[in-house]
């Protein structure tokens, strides 16, 4: 059985794309295939598995060496289990830039394109045989492109991008602003998480110079649900740079509607980046960041000190 995943807190395209590929690999392909997640998806990709009719996949909890795998949605050894080169990989899937350090047995499927969302590939592999594909699958590849593009404000999203789902949303019979509200209001619901869960929800490492910086972005349409705990989120970073095997934690609160992002700005190293990187100047303990929607994009890239 090919296990189909996506990287660590899994977002929604790394939470429909496994569910998509494995349909593909499955049923046209007639290849046994599961979709797995690498940890509890989040409250905007629980909303959308809800929706379009699927129960939670399993979640991965051992990888077996010789495991036949298919990878989406990251090439980054950091974001997937220890012992991934140690599996069989089959294929990878991704618009993230390619990172090195996996390991296949042989030669292998490699399909990397510079579009907003892993699903918009997929459907584009897929090709004419998305008519075969059942409401809950188009639904799903419909909802991932939604997620990535923030309904097509992120400056990741590429015409495609928006064509695709434009003609998902006109087959399925459904209006894409409504459909982006509600997961948009899903995932900004998140009373129910602590804090240090709300710094691991959507994370990734990287290194900047000498240091290591745990990259946490909520993208949310009620930024000061999450701000107003500010002091307990800043509180708890320490704990999970340290869990992490980082030496800080930044966090940019993505507001969706107004298009910018809030930096916290826990210490003088924190303030000495982005001060660096965004040309901005620093005067408290957070920092507004105009027209910042895209950590890919718009925050990794510029990181210096």
């Known amino acids: 059985m090919i296990k189909v995943f996506g990287h660590f807190s899994p977002d929604t395209d790394s939470t429909g794309s496994p569910l998509i590929w494995a349909w593909y690999l499955h049923e046209i392909e007639g290849r046994p295939a599961q979709a797995v997640l ?6 905007e990709a629980a909303f959308a598995l809800h929706h379009w009719g699927f129960d939670q996949p399993e979640i991965l909890t051992d990888l077996p060496a ?6 989406v949605d990251t090439n980054n050894p950091a974001e997937l289990p220890e012992g991934i080169n140690g599996a069989d990989i089959l294929g990878i899937i ?3 830039k390619l990172v090195g350090g996996l390991e296949t047995k042989g030669p292998i499927d490699i399909t990397i394109r510079p579009l907003a969302c892993t699903a918009t590939i997929m459907h584009d592999l897929i090709g004419a045989q998305m008519a075969e594909a059942p409401r809950g699958i188009k639904g799903m590849m419909l909802s991932c492109i939604l997620s ?6 992120s400056p990741t999203t590429t015409a495609h991008d928006r064509a695709v789902a434009e003609a998902l949303a006109a087959d399925l019979g459904v209006d894409i602003s409504d459909l982006a509200a509600q997961m948009f209001a899903a995932k900004s619901d998140v009373s129910a998480f602590s804090d240090a869960e709300l710094l691991k929800m959507d994370a990734k490492k990287y290194a900047v110079g000498d240091k290591t910086f745990r990259i946490s972005v909520l993208e949310t349409t009620a930024p000061q649900q999450i701000l107003s705990r500010k002091d307990a989120l800043v509180a708890a970073m320490p704990g999970v740079a340290r869990e992490d095997g980082a030496d800080e934690v930044m966090l940019f609160v993505i507001d969706i509607l107004n298009e910018e992002a809030t930096l916290l700005v826990p210490n003088d ?4 980046v982005a001060e660096k990187s965004f040309n901005v100047t620093v005067s408290g303990d957070t920092v ?7 950590r890919k994009k718009q925050i990794i890239p510029v990181l210096s000190l």
């Open 288 to 294: 507004v960041l105009p027209g910042v929607m895209s």
């Open 269 to 272: 190293l924190i303030k000495a």
């Open 38 to 43: 690498l940890g509890q998806p989040n409250t």
């Open 66 to 71: 010789g495991t036949p795998v298919v990878i």
């Open 148 to 153: 990535d593009t923030l309904e097509f404000r």
């Open 94 to 96: 991704d618009h993230h």
